[in-house]
């Protein structure tokens, strides 16, 4: 408890310094909500702030939120914003819900930093893991990414997501696998795909343990899926009360992730795709394209089994790039877990390529997308080619961490080729 | 295949493959330049060709004429003897409302009032328009007819008005009309026209311009009329650039000339080249000062102001090259409207066929953006080399220096191999000086937009004396700031390699939305590229000097005294221009092209410690 307070009285400048830009930012340029929350890099269908208002709306008029098709997300946000005060007449409280919600998402950040697992996994010690940046080092590149405070001045509700995955993860290092579960299942109600992040979830529970009670690891396992149900079977028990007694919420929620039936276009792969597809071949390429995101959950668990928390991070970088839905929230969430594995930095070997392309695709695609809905002298192979080139960028991220990681590992196993140049054969 | 990339590995490492970059660079500098003089040759650009079929140009008779001379001289009388010079705006609206309401047509008024104490004098007055609703439509679409009491020199366009009111009549008289036909009469043809627009597209702030009473559908196509020239006229100047150098659909610029060239025996210049005499070098100039415009981003006619919203919109003005020669009167260009608005009438759709993106540099010769573009990329593309050539450089080790970085898990053995392995590089202080000055632009930027119009001048005097100096503060700044309390190459080549990064990504992305503006602030800042810290005291004098006359300060006060305009005007005008037409030029010097100075001339100034032991 006393490390705890320690800790946040060193952070405390950070957190200070990043609610005071946020608020100024806010408060100061009272357009920039509005703008952010209409561009399609922030607000998708399924975590869209306007989206949810037209929800708030429905709902506190006794009308189901999901007559209409516009409202995608789910239902217990509906009581939460009802709570607050109107959106419109006092912003102000939204703002500071939604800074509170990054700044409790850097606090879990700095627990995963400083429990020493980034480097330090209980089956895999890297021989490089003392070089580390300290837990406020990698909050404050949370909290200081522009892609995370566009996301926070866009008010998507993804935030909520992001803050309860790394709270699972957070807790999943302190040895609170329950605390750990129930956050994550928390995550999987509010977005659906974080529940294919259970598996590393429960390996990493399964290493930090406390030394003294190890449980065979198929009763852990089982136990703590069985939480998870139980969780999800409340969360949803729920919903199903508040939304009038209906199961309507399922297909407007889940239903939309995946079948993807709103195409507004996104930073993702999967809008264009399936604008171009013939309505013959959807439901076959829905089932091939969800099957290709649900693979790398096993395939990468077995392989970095050593090292959990890499799989999650990996995991969330592929996340960013093929789920059905991407924004920029959740290449933010994806970026703020690279810090964690600063000692591998220096076998990763694409960063200024990766940096470029990131930056590059950043600016170019509200250009892009300028010229096809302002300008009018664009179309949409304009925006759709530079999302290609930010998944490319993001792609390049995640294989360059993958191959450190790997490295790292096999320098381990074969001391004499440290330094060395691998060659393919 | 694994020997090839073997192969291609070592290459790599050739220490010779890092003396390429420089060259490369300066290659891209020259065939970007090159390239653009080469645009006007026959065989790189093309003809002009109508491309949207449903246009038709000069396929109708038209019939304005006869007694309708008649009407135009006594609304002419009336424009005159309402004194639209002096006289209270109100009151003309009163007079010319009663007007458009004799021949029939719905009337509106929208007042506006523009004021910042950085431009000094108050934009305010009123708008006039009219409706002519089509006999064959649905009100779901409109063609706009622009004539300003003044135009954008301050004369006054009594014709012009006179000329529109005249047509309003005539075409009232026709049941052919498929589009409502709008009829707009702006005070003046900056701020006014500006107004309008954006409360017809719903996007104007209510506190200072006041609501539209009337509206149509979705414009379809505009053209103003700037009819200052009094008696017989020769030709017809076409006036295209929009804001942001933004330009309308080429479909529309073609119909007009082929309307008035081919129909009316009229013909049309562009650019104020009034002799076009259709060689190399008056193409060059149609095309360098289109481009100069297109950089400068500021309206050149009413019609401006309607490109960003995606409404194509030219403006016409005739013109006699030589005083007193021609022979058409205010009749045929009456017709050349009517001409050009029975084509727009035909339009099944926007147009959307030609090209937005294009230079023109004769009444019938262009090039198109495929081939255009590739010289400004290829001059940004010369500031990511170097940024990509820094990068690789600063992760070499540098020879006879202990750095601190050194890879703490390398053993011994490895160090032996350079290229293999790069050391770590200090990343913080070059991402913060980068950011800091990146986000210091937004001063420069502030200031002038926000500080009162009498102080503007003494401001920019003051920024021109202390860009220079700002470098050197740095320098004298910085080495306490880093780990090891001084500045080492490093540090340099990564101020420099991310400096040039960003200037390199901005311009590539400024290139898809302003070609001229993007190829303008590439040409100036090119010497960037190249810039190194030289201890050498002769070199580096000479090289500061060249870099000072280079740099964004200095280029704007020597263009404005070179075009004989006081300083404080074109930042009034600048000022103006980012308030009301939303003109994003000084962004682009104060946070692009100004950033990417201070960090040259930092790199150039440097005083690396390391320098003493002779390495580089």
């Known amino acids: 408890m006393n490390s705890q307070k320690h800790r946040f009285g060193q952070s405390a400048g950070i957190f200070l310094a990043a609610a005071v830009w946020r608020l100024a930012l806010f408060t100061l340029f009272p357009d920039l909500p509005d703008l952010l929350t209409g561009r399609v890099e922030i607000s998708t269908p399924v975590s869209s702030f306007k989206r949810l208002q037209e929800g708030l709306f429905l709902y506190n008029h006794n009308v189901s939120p999901y007559d209409g098709g516009v409202f995608h997300q789910a239902p217990l946000f509906l ?347 | 295949m694994p020997s090839l990339l073997s192969s291609a590995f070592s290459l790599r490492r050739d220490p010779r493959i890092l003396k390429i970059p420089p060259y490369l660079s300066l290659v891209c500098i020259v065939v970007g330049v090159v390239w653009l003089f080469l645009l006007p040759l026959d065989d790189y650009s093309r003809r002009t060709y109508i491309s949207e079929n449903a246009l038709l140009p000069g396929q109708v008779h038209t019939y304005f004429g006869g007694s309708d001379q008649n009407v135009f001289r006594a609304y002419k009388n009336e424009v005159v003897a309402s004194d639209i010079a002096e006289a209270n705006n109100t009151e003309v609206n009163d007079k010319l409302e009663g007007i458009l309401k004799g021949v029939g047509l719905k009337t509106g008024r929208q007042s506006f009032k523009y004021e910042s104490r950085s431009w000094g004098d108050e934009y305010e007055g009123e708008n006039l328009y009219a409706i002519l609703q089509a006999p064959r439509g649905d009100a779901t679409e409109a063609i706009v007819l622009v004539a300003p009491f003044r135009t954008v020199d301050g004369k006054l366009n009594a014709n012009g008005v006179a000329l529109a009111l005249t047509l309003s009549r005539y075409f009232k008289r026709w049941s052919l009309w ?56 020769e030709a017809v100047h076409i006036v295209y650039d929009g804001v942001n150098g933004q330009l309308p659909n080429l479909d529309l610029i073609n119909a007009v000339s082929n309307i008035a060239g081919g129909q009316m025996g009229m013909g049309t210049a562009l650019q104020h080249m009034y002799r076009h005499k259709n060689n190399y070098s008056d193409r060059l100039q149609t095309m360098l000062r289109g481009m100069l415009n297109q950089a400068l981003g500021r309206a050149t006619g009413a019609h401006s102001c309607f490109i960003p919203y995606h409404v194509d919109a030219i403006t016409l003005q005739p013109f006699s090259a030589n005083p007193g020669s021609g022979w058409h009167d205010e009749m045929a260009l009456g017709r050349l409207v009517e001409g050009s608005f029975r084509s727009l009438n035909n339009l099944l759709e926007h147009l959307h066929q030609s090209f937005f993106f294009y230079l023109l540099m004769h009444r019938d010769r262009f090039v198109s953006i495929g081939t255009y573009l590739p010289s400004a990329m290829v001059l940004a593309a010369n500031f990511t080399i170097m940024a990509i050539f820094m990068w690789v450089k600063s992760g070499q080790p540098q020879p006879g220096t202990k750095t601190t970085e050194e890879e703490t898990t390398e053993g011994d053995g490895d160090k032996k191999k350079p290229a293999a392995h790069a050391v770590e590089r200090e990343l913080f202080l070059p991402l913060g000086l980068v950011t800091a000055v990146q986000f210091l632009g937004v001063v420069p930027l502030f200031l002038f937009n926000h500080a009162p119009a009498s102080t503007l001048s003494p401001l920019f005097i003051l920024i021109t004396l202390l860009s220079p100096l700002l470098p ?145």
């Open chain 2, 472 to 616: 050197i503060g740095i320098n004298f700044a910085l080495p306490s700031l880093s780990q090891t309390g001084r500045l080492t190459p490093q540090h340099y080549q990564l101020f420099h390699s991310f400096s040039l990064l960003l200037l390199g990504m901005f311009l590539s992305t400024l290139a898809t939305l302003n070609f001229s503006l993007a190829f303008v602030v590439g040409i100036f800042s090119a010497p960037l590229t190249f810039v190194r810290p030289v201890q050498n005291v002769a070199v580096k004098l000479l090289s500061a000097v060249v870099l000072n006359a280079l740099a964004p300060t200095t280029v704007i006060l020597a263009a404005s005294f070179y075009v004989g305009m006081d300083i404080s005007d074109v930042l009034r005008e600048a000022a103006f221009g980012w308030e009301v037409w939303g003109m994003y030029t000084s962004v682009i010097v104060w946070c692009v092209w100004w950033p990417a100075w201070i960090i040259g001339a930092t790199v150039l100034l440097g005083n690396q410690s390391i320098a003493k032991e002779k390495t580089l």
């Open chain 1, 79 to 425: 009581p939460l914003f009802s709570l607050l005060p109107s959106s419109q007449s006092y912003p102000i409280f939204t703002y500071l819900l939604y800074i509170a919600v990054d700044l409790l998402s850097a606090d879990a950040l700095i627990k995963i930093a400083d429990s020493g697992e980034p480097g330090g996994a209980k089956l895999f010690k890297s021989p490089r893991r003392e070089k580390r940046w300290s837990g406020r080092t990698v909050a404050t590149v949370f909290l200081f990414n522009p892609l995370t405070i566009a996301t926070c001045i866009g008010r998507p509700t993804s935030v909520f997501t992001t803050c309860a995955i790394l709270h699972a993860i957070a807790s999943a290092v302190s040895a609170k696998p329950f605390n750990a579960v129930v956050a994550l299942s928390f995550a999987s109600y509010l977005s659906m795909y974080p529940i294919l992040l259970l598996p590393p979830l429960l390996l990493l529970c399964y290493d930090r343990q406390p030394g003294g009670k190890q449980t065979p690891g198929l009763q852990f396992a089982m136990k703590h899926a069985g939480i998870a149900v139980a969780c999800l079977g409340f969360l949803f028990a729920t919903s199903f009360l508040i939304t009038g007694q209906s199961w309507e919420f399922f297909a407007s929620t889940y239903g939309v992730q995946l079948t993807l039936s709103d195409l507004t276009p996104n930073v993702g792969l999967w809008w264009y795709f399936f604008i171009e597809m013939f309505d013959s071949f959807r439901s076959f390429f829905l089932a091939v394209f969800w099957l290709h995101l649900s693979a790398y959950v096993g395939g990468l668990t077995v392989r970095i089994r050593t090292q959990p928390l890499v799989v999650l991070t990996v995991l969330l970088g592929t996340f960013a790039i093929f789920k059905p839905y991407p924004s920029i929230a959740d290449a933010s969430l994806f970026l703020a877990m690279i810090p964690l594995f600063r000692h591998i930095f220096p076998l990763m070997r694409y960063s200024f390529l990766t940096g470029s392309t990131i930056l590059y695709s950043s600016f170019l695609g509200p250009a892009f997308y300028h010229l096809w809905i302002y300008a009018g002298s664009g179309n949409a192979n304009f925006f759709y080619a530079i999302t290609l080139v930010w998944s490319l960028g993001l792609s390049l991220l995640v294989s360059d961490l993958t191959f450190a990681v790997l490295r790292d590992e096999w320098e381990v196993e074969r001391p004499e080729m440290v330094g060395k140049d691998i060659r393919q054969i």
């Open chain 2, 178 to 233: 498929s589009k409502d036909i709008i009829i707009l009469l702006p005070p003046d043809s900056l701020a006014g026209p500006q107004a309008w627009v954006d409360a017809y597209h719903d996007a104007h702030n209510p506190s200072t311009v006041s609501s539209l009473p009337l509206k149509s559908g979705a414009l379809q196509g505009a053209i103003a009329l700037d009819y200052t020239h009094e008696g017989r006229f």
